[in-house]
């Protein structure tokens, strides 16, 4: 069982929204829904090239209060950092541990 005492960094809850781009295609963006508690916790990282430049992902697990209206489409930003979201899973009924994903360049 998880001390809430242990939810002790401020995410912010984005959700995707989609706007018409007048060429016929769309704009992805992503707008705040909620602020919420949570505990991050650096799992593993591995290096790669994309777009031709260096950086590394970094996986983490993020622990926070149970939701129902999450789902992968969400993303949790913390200042600059965005993680996105892979997997999640209940955890002691009360929590939602959330397999999360980071790229740093």
Request: glycine content about 8%; hydrophobic content about 45%; aromatic content about 2%.
């Amino acid at each position: 069982m998880t001390d809430p005492g242990r939810l002790n960094r401020r995410l912010v809850l984005e959700a995707p929204v989609e706007a018409a781009d007048g060429a016929g295609g769309v704009t992805r963006s992503h707008a705040a829904v909620a602020a919420l508690w949570a505990q991050v916790t650096p799992v593993a990282a591995r290096g790669a090239i994309e777009a031709s430049a260096l950086g590394a992902t970094v996986t983490h697990r993020i622990r926070i209060r149970r939701r129902s209206d999450l789902t992968l489409r969400h993303r949790l930003r913390d200042g600059v950092r965005v993680f996105r979201i892979v997997a999640m899973h209940e955890s002691a009924g009360r929590f939602l541990d959330i397999d999360a994903e980071e790229r740093t360049d």
